[in-house]
């Protein structure tokens, strides 16, 4: 046994999502064999920590390229200046304090997002990540039957946490880039994983409308089932550390970026993997309302 594979290890960080990842260097040429590995970790734990890994957007596109087809950076906000597949997370640009799956209102969502930290505040601006497919397990079974029946329409265009006349212009503008094209789709509220075949919630902040009903009855559903999800038992809390890369499985997560870190610089690096179109318990695929997305996945 060579000494690299006996110190490679998988930490769980709690029960039932996330783990670290000790003896592997993403910002390295990476062997089939461990792409399998970090494959089924991500698979089995649905979020991968790898601390005191500074990577350049070059090996942060390599190491996410081993997993699939990278998107661009997203369907209407500009990349970073030269990197066409690096989207800027920046606390100057706005802030994600509210549960989502990422890209989720086109067909193809990304398959895994790749988070790499830059500018880390002195305090605070943890992302929480949560079990999708936990959070399904736990509906009492009256619960479940009603969510395997529901499908859900997702748009860009979605309830923000923060209304309209509270904005300043900065944040005004970056709503206007986010909402430049509509997009709509639906999706099922209960997602088969195309490679595992685990069940989950496939909901978030984009969801905005259960299918057949009315805008009150969906919110009140979705809050629902959106209480499962973001239940403590379901969630890892991941603290941002100079030099970190996360991946997540965005087909099973939904994600949160804590706003509790008073508006310091953060800055993390985000590449994703391009992703399926989502299937439900029926075989049926997720279908377009509006919106062509193949310049992001194309
Ligand atoms: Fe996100």
Redesign the pocket.
């Given at each position: 046994m060579t000494a690299i594979a006996t110190d490679r290890d998988v930490r769980k960080l709690t029960g039932r999502i996330g783990a670290e990842i000790i003896g592997v260097d993403p910002a390295a040429e990476l062997d089939a064999e461990t792409v399998e590995f970090l494959n089924q970790a991500l698979l089995e734990h649905k979020a991968l920590v790898f601390r005191g890994v500074p990577l350049t957007d070059k090996q942060q596109e390599r190491f996410a390229a081993r997993f699939g087809e990278l998107t661009t950076a997203h369907p209407t906000v500009a990349s970073a200046p030269g990197a066409p597949r690096v989207l800027p997370?920046d606390s100057e640009k706005g802030v994600?304090n509210h549960w989502?799956?990422?890209v989720t209102f086109v067909q193809a969502p990304p398959k895994a997002?790749t988070l790499s930290s830059k500018v880390v505040p002195p305090h605070g601006g943890e992302t929480l990540i949560a079990n999708t497919g936990a959070a399904y397990r736990d509906l009492p079974e009256p619960l479940r039957l009603l969510a395997d029946s529901l499908w859900a329409i997702h748009t860009n265009d979605y309830d923000y946490a923060q209304p309209e006349e509270s904005l300043d212009e900065q944040t005004r503008q970056n709503r206007e880039e986010f909402t430049s094209l509509a997009f709509r789709t639906a999706h099922p509220v209960v997602r088969v994983h195309p490679e595992s075949g685990e069940k989950g919630l496939y909901l978030g902040g984009f969801a905005q409308r259960l299918v057949g009903l009315s805008v009150s009855e969906s919110r009140d559903l979705i809050r629902l089932f959106q209480s499962y999800v973001s239940r403590p038992e379901n969630v890892v809390r991941v603290a941002w550390e100079p030099d970190q890369l996360v991946i997540f499985d965005n087909r099973i997560t939904q994600?949160y970026?804590i706003d509790n870190y008073d508006r310091l610089p953060r800055q993390l690096h985000?590449v994703t993997v391009a992703g399926d179109v989502p299937v439900g318990l029926t075989g049926e695929r997720s279908r377009v309302i509006e919106g062509d997305a193949s310049h992001y996945t194309g």
């Open positions: 997370v994600a989502h799956t990422d997002t994600h970026a985000r």
